[in-house]
């Protein structure tokens, strides 16, 4: 394995330079997102996620991205608010199925945490999609609401690196 780690440069637009790794980016996003929630639902176009991930006045967005070989295989997005810096900052780490528990994650998080503490955040936080899974184990948070299955490779993955579930999210279909 030939692991780097870079910051993405967001482009001004798609086909402005840097508009074809953001593409792969947004790829990468989808694809880890579909296979943990088992449906595309939720996968955002390119001119919908460039719009997403920008920066704005209110929050500075950063991205680092795992290329293995050259190829991108994990990506982290780091979020902090400029105008509350003392609400830390939001880290978002993904790395496609085929290449985890090699060490890229824990590359990944690592990075990102030195980018948001460098940044002066004074908390981080981490969202994780995850699985909807009955029985087994559950992890709960200290509020009592919700929980999620102790087995979920985003749960085990954030376990392992020192953070406590302290809220859930969570996303519904309405068939109609």
């Known amino acids: 394995m030939s692991l780097t780690i870079d910051e993405l440069v967001m482009p001004d637009a798609l086909d402005a330079p840097g508009g074809d790794d953001f593409a ?5 996003s989808n694809d880890v997102e579909t296979h943990t929630l088992g449906t595309d639902l939720l996968a955002m176009g390119l001119h919908e996620m460039l719009s997403e991930y920008a920066s704005t006045a209110a ?3 950063r991205h680092l ?3 293995d070989g ?3 295989v994990g990506r982290a997005m780091i979020t902090t608010r400029p105008l509350t810096p003392e609400s830390g900052a939001h880290l978002m780490v993904d790395v496609l199925p085929a290449h985890r528990r090699r060490g ?3 590359a990944l998080l690592a990075a990102a945490e030195a980018t948001a503490t460098g940044a002066g955040a004074p908390v981080l936080k981490v969202a ?4 909807v899974r009955d029985g087994g ?3 709960e948070p200290p509020t009592g609401f919700g929980d ?3 087995e979920d490779p985003g749960v085990r993955f954030l376990l392992a690196h020192g953070y406590a579930l302290e809220q859930v999210t969570r996303i519904s279909l309405l068939e109609a």
């Open 148 to 150: 999620l299955p102790a």
């Open 24 to 28: 792969e980016y947004a790829a990468l």
């Open 137 to 139: 184990d559950r992890v």
């Open 65 to 67: 991205v795992a290329r």
């Open 104 to 106: 890229i994650g824990t």
């Open 70 to 72: 050259g190829v991108m």
């Open 59 to 61: 929050r500075t967005r």
């Open 128 to 131: 994780v999609a995850h699985s």
